[in-house]
């Protein structure tokens, strides 16, 4: 049972570039979401989805899409990197569509990404 | 909207015990978690309290809510190197959002 996986661990882009970040669970969850994690400021939400096919946009969307097509897959793709969201990038899910007591959220290790 | 504060930094002797603070703004708030994280890793669960509730025990972690002035707290009694990590207070009134604080660095002197 691997849980959330992350990938890659690390990667550098260039301003302007795209990339994809990759999340999958093995754990049958229904809910899945992005956080990014700045120094200070704790997590903030990027995006959500509570099922396949569904997604809705966290505090701080801009500059990042989502999709999920599939239960377990939930990846995160940047457009057009900016310097600004040089960060450390974590995927987590839940069992229920809303995390809760008993579906807490599990997370990833996460992806560090520098945008020079 | 909503928000959780908690201090940047704590130190402590080993074998003492440590106690983390939190104040969140969401009077709705219906689940309070306490999570850890260790260096290169992800969050992990640690607790957490339902709203209903002034205090739980687990093992050598106490957690203390008290709703009126929105103010939590986590105690880790007899502090151990191996408790030196990032711990976040995160707030959910039971929808899609689960709001997190910056963190609290504890650092475990030997």
């Known amino acids: 049972n691997a849980g959330v996986t992350q990938t890659p661990k690390f990667q550098v882009l260039k301003t302007g570039q795209s990339m994809t970040l990759q999340c999958a669970q093995d754990?049958?969850?229904?809910?899945m979401s992005w956080y990014r994690q700045d120094p200070g400021m704790g997590l903030r939400l990027i995006h959500y989805?509570?099922?396949?096919?569904?997604?809705d946009q966290g505090e701080v969307p801009n500059g990042y899409n989502v999709s999920r097509s599939t239960t377990e897959d939930f990846p995160l793709r940047l457009l057009s990197a900016a310097p600004s969201q040089t960060s450390v990038y974590f995927c987590?899910?839940?069992?229920?569509?809303?995390?809760?007591?008993?579906?807490?959220?599990?997370f990833g290790n996460g992806t560090r990404l520098t945008v020079t | 909207g909503e928000d959780v504060e908690q201090s940047l930094f704590l130190s402590v002797r080993e074998g003492d015990s440590s106690v983390i603070n939190c104040t969140y703004t969401d009077s709705s708030s219906t689940y309070l978690y306490w999570y850890k994280q260790e260096p290169g890793a992800g969050l992990q669960l640690l607790t957490y309290i339902f709203s209903n509730m002034d205090m739980k025990q687990d093992q050598r972690l106490t957690v203390l809510l008290n709703k009126k002035d929105k103010h939590l707290s986590l105690r880790i009694a007899d502090t151990q190197t191996g408790d030196s990590a990032i711990y976040f207070c995160?707030?959910?009134?039971?929808?899609?959002?689960?709001?997190f604080g910056a963190g609290t660095r504890l650092f475990v002197k030997a």
């Open positions: 989805s509570v099922g396949a096919g569904i997604t």
């Open positions: 754990m049958n969850h229904e809910y």
């Open positions: 995160a707030e959910s009134s039971g929808g899609f959002k689960t709001i």
């Open positions: 987590a899910s839940s069992y229920a569509r809303a995390p809760s007591r008993n579906s807490p959220l599990h």
